[in-house]
């Protein structure tokens, strides 16, 4: 706890602006503020510019959340009427709600989420009320605390709404909704860019990107594929302009010599600036909240070769900060009028109660943050001399006018000008789409204009050959995207097959992958020979390489020959982690058949080609050096005849078999010891593990997922680690007072911060472990609370958290 906490004088919103230090050539205005605003989280402009607020006014009332569940959350609809900028007139759209957390507007009406559910709510007599609420889900939010909730309903320019911290997407089609399985990323927040590229972040890690579109990349069960939530900045360093109560003061690193924090830990929401007004370099720029230290964050983006990455282009300097540690920016967004808009939540308790430490308690004690209930504002940056855009009047806009707004300047006129075509659906608008689609000036609202006629289910061969030769690459890789219905039916030759195989050879980087992405999957010797062409001199860029294994599901080994017996195959340019990535695959699906023609494939290469057998029996795991974890075997029906041929070949080749009989057995192998069964549970144990999974649903599910594989720059599997299946007081230890990186998990290493959770008791440690040991055709014994209760005795008063180095030392079981 920094030495000197006083309490933290409450300043009124008007008061605070004298407290933010911005970038010259910006200035900040009060938007809106308590009475009219409580505790705001989220909010949404509707087609006339009025503002949608989510409420979230039960949020900590105290340091213990007492009463959090109290119904008092709200959804109003706050307006200028006098065109100032400052709300003037509120209209209470729902309330009596628990914790409502994320608002999305569509249809005349709103998704709100209000966990468990997410409803579609709407107003049918006009008295500004909602008198109708459908639900669409009822698992948003049905785990864990507030801080670790799904979130988002963010309407995208692929017509999908998409989430953060949740792993389904939306969509109002053909007169129903639709709920798509796509990956659970993020953490609190979720912003796209002019190309419909998606962006989230967690506590402490600023900035990541899905760059590929996010359903592509689990299509392939037996290969991860990267490309989404990809980590754009490497640095999270940060420059607060005052110190404030953090939750973990004493963990090293966490604050800088001045006892500021020093690197992000409480940052959320990041958007991608579209707003049309501010200087030359400000446009396409991430801005992320960092309410634990009251500031916010300008990330420069570059993109090369299909990334992205984020640079903060101030000196040891933040672009906003505030010395009022009551300011709580907790989300932004484009507004109509082209300027950044800041929700503060205003609360002085940022940090729920599930993971406050003592330090923490005692510091919001000392500055009073427990006090001023019922607050919260709205603020809105701009430059000081720029030219505001008109309040909108979108919702009785005739269509003609909506489809000139899909080439404004703003990309939110441009977003909300679509989703309303879309919803309208009106055939008449169809012809001005189309004319707009292939002739527009602005590439953007040539885009647009795609997507709108995506949405209204109006492309066609012809508008999409247009698109597909579009001199803007970002149009051309959207066209091949859109041209996967045509290429997925049944029909054997869609007519814009040629087209789309046309750019193959395209020269940007972001089109070939999306090519890759599209045409992978087809999977005729045709399209493979060209996938085969690009990975040949590409597949040394990770997200090409896997483009194309997420495509091939199942013909994996199929398409390894194939290029095994193509030339211009060499050591280099990631061809080597071509074949290994395949025959990863081979294994991960464990098909014997298709393992043993992996096999053969291994031992039939030319006696010059080692580097060849090399590469693909890497794909073979070397046992972890930690503890070994018992790895599951895979079965064949006899000893493949290809390992007497590798017995004989050169050493290199040799050295790697060990690895593969590791894994591969079959009857009567010598040497050869199956595994004991693993023991049922008893019905005490099965007990344990039922309580245990309970608890996992509301705890580790956060951070580990529920698959248990967890999450990049969440937190690490739990499926095949060393740490779950091996020694229980190890595994207790890490659960009780939490782990620090580095860390190696199956081989991979992770440098992340799990939080202790020694408030659980030896009954719930006990329950969770044995779930996890589990779970997931995990094979390791169940754990009893007395054997908790004996680690906690034998650690004694501990606060840190663990280190891989000190857990290596315990050698007790
Ligand atoms: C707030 C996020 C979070 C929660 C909640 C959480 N963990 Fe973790 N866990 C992590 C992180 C992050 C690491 C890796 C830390 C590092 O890099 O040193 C980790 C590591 C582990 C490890 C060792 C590495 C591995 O993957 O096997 C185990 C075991 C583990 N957690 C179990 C649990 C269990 C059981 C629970 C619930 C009772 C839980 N965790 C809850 C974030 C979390």
Not at 129 to 155: F, K, W
Not at 397 to 415: I, N, T
Not at 555 to 575: D, K, M, N, P
Request: hydrophobic share 40%; net charge negative; proline share 7%.
């Amino acid at each position: 706890m920094p030495a000197h906490a006083d309490p933290v004088p409450f300043l009124t919103a008007e008061q605070t602006l004298t407290t933010f230090k911005l970038p010259e050539g910006f200035r900040i205005e009060v938007v809106a503020e308590e009475p009219m605003v409580q505790h705001p989280i989220a909010m949404q402009f509707d087609a006339d510019g009025r503002i949608w607020v989510v409420e979230m006014r039960a949020y900590m009332p105290d340091i213990d959340a007492n009463n959090e569940k109290n119904p008092i959350g709200r959804i109003s609809i706050l307006e200028d009427t006098d065109g100032d900028g400052h709300m003037n007139k509120k209209t209470i759209f729902m309330d009596g709600l628990v914790l409502p957390r994320a608002i999305g507007l569509v249809r005349d009406g709103a998704l709100v989420a209000i966990p468990p559910n997410v409803f579609f709510c709407c107003d049918t007599n006009g008295d500004g009320q909602a008198d109708e609420r459908t639900p669409l889900v009822d698992d948003y939010g049905i785990r864990g605390n507030p801080e670790h909730q799904p979130n988002g309903l963010m309407s995208s320019l692929d017509n999908w709404i998409y989430n953060a911290n949740y792993d389904k997407r939306f969509r109002f089609d053909n007169g129903k909704w639709i709920v798509d399985q796509v990956n659970d990323v993020g953490q609190y927040g979720i912003t796209q860019d002019n190309y419909g590229r998606r962006y989230t972040n967690t506590n402490s890690d600023q900035l990541r990107v899905n760059l590929i579109p996010e359903h592509y990349a689990d299509r392939n069960p037996h290969y991860r594929a990267g490309g989404i939530n990809v980590q754009t900045a490497l640095d999270q360093y940060c420059w607060p302009s005052h110190n404030t109560a953090i939750n973990r003061p004493l963990m090293k690193g966490m604050l800088d010599f001045r006892g500021r924090l020093s690197h992000f830990t409480g940052c959320c929401s990041p958007v991608i600036y579209r707003g049309g007004i501010f200087p030359d370099g400000f446009e396409g720029n991430a801005f992320i909240c960092e309410p634990v230290a009251n500031f916010i964050r300008r990330d420069v983006l570059s993109e090369n070769d299909a990334t992205v990455s984020a640079q903060n282009p101030y000196e040891r300097d933040e672009f906003l900060t505030s010395t009022y540690e009551r300011f709580r920016p907790v989300n932004l967004y484009n507004g109509p009028d082209g300027a950044l808009y800041i929700v503060d939540i205003h609360h002085g308790l940022i940090q729920h109660k599930t993971y406050e430490t003592p330090e923490v308690i005692a510091d919001y004690r000392a500055r009073e943050l427990d006090k001023y209930l019922g607050t919260g504002r709205i603020y809105r940056v701009l430059p000081t001399s720029a030219t505001l855009y008109p309040k909108p009047k979108m919702s009785h806009a005739s269509s003609a006018e909506l489809v000139g707004f899909l080439s404004h300047p703003s990309g939110w006129w441009r977003d909300t000008a679509q989703r309303l075509l879309v919803e309208r659906n009106d055939f008449k608008s169809a012809h001005a789409l189309t004319k707009l689609a292939a002739n527009g000036e602005n590439p953007l609202g040539r885009l647009h204009a795609l997507w709108t006629l995506e949405g209204m289910h109006r492309l066609d061969a012809a508008i999409l050959t247009t698109a597909l030769a579009d001199k803007d690459s970002h149009i051309r890789a959207a066209a091949i995207r859109m041209c996967e219905p045509m290429l997925f039916s049944k029909d054997a030759s869609p007519r814009v097959l040629p087209q789309v195989l046309n750019l193959a050879g395209d020269s940007e980087p972001h089109v070939r992958l999306q090519f890759v992405l599209t045409v992978g999957q087809l999977g005729t010797p045709q399209t493979d020979g060209l996938i085969a062409n690009i990975l040949r001199e590409g597949a040394d860029k990770p997200l090409l390489l896997d483009a194309a294994v997420s495509g091939m599901r199942g013909r994996e080994v199929i398409f390894l020959e194939s290029i095994l017996g193509q030339i211009g195959w060499t050591q280099s340019r990631g061809h080597a982690a071509t074949f290994t990535a395949l025959s990863k695959c081979v294994l991960a699906e464990a098909n014997s058949r298709r393992v043993a023609r992996l096999l053969e494939l291994i031992a039939a290469q030319p006696a010059d080609q080692v580097w060849r057998q090399t590469a693909m029996l890497d794909a073979f795991p070397a046992p972890t050096a930690t503890t070994q974890p018992a790895r599951r075997g895979i079965m064949l029906p006899s000893e493949p005849p290809a390992l007497a041929i590798l017995k004989k070949a050169s050493p290199a080749v040799r050295g790697k078999l060990a690895n593969v009989t590791a894994i591969l057995h079959w009857p009567r192998q010598p040497g050869y010891i199956p595994p004991p069964p693993v023991k049922p549970l008893t019905p005490e144990e099965q007990t344990r593990f039922a309580a245990g999974k309970v608890l996992y649903t509301s705890i580790c599910i956060q951070c580990h997922k529920a698959d248990g594989m967890g999450q990049a720059g969440l937190a690490p599997p739990l499926v095949d680690s060393e740490w779950v299946l091996g020694s229980e007081s190890r595994m207790a230890r890490i659960v009780i007072n939490g782990l620090h990186g580095p860390v190696t998990v199956d081989g991979t290493s992770f440098n992340l911060d799990m939080p202790g959770l020694s408030a659980l008791s030896d009954d719930q440690i006990a329950a969770a472990m044995t779930y996890v040991r589990r779970e997931w055709d995990n094979g390791a014994s169940p754990v009893k609370p007395s054997k908790v209760k004996e680690v906690r005795a034998r650690i004694g008063v501990r606060t840190q958290s663990w280190s891989e180095r000190e857990l290596l030392k315990i050698n007790e079981d």
